[in-house]
């Protein structure tokens, strides 16, 4: 679990962030990720960067081809 306040896991975050999620606020507002103690927002924060460097590197290769 990413956020044990919620159960939230790294995999809801993913399926989230495909769904087009890109900032902590929106997560918490779809996963209540963060809402409880907070001590999940760092890891949250960087899993959507995360999340959103590797999206844009396919999206730079899929340009590129």
């Known amino acids: 679990y990413v956020c044990l306040c919620n159960g939230v896991t790294e995999q809801a975050i993913r399926q989230t962030a495909a769904s087009g999620c890109s900032t902590m606020a929106e997560l918490t507002m779809r996963t209540g990720?963060?809402?409880?103690?907070?001590?999940?927002?760092?890891?949250?924060?960087?899993?959507?960067?995360?999340?959103?460097?590797?999206?844009?590197?396919?999206?730079?290769?899929a340009n590129a081809a």
Do not use: F, K, N, Y
Request: aromatic share 0%; glycine share 10%.
């Open 33 to 61: 990720c963060g809402a409880g103690c907070g001590t999940c927002v760092c890891m949250a924060t960087a899993l959507l960067e995360d999340i959103r460097v590797a999206a844009a590197a396919v999206s730079d290769v």
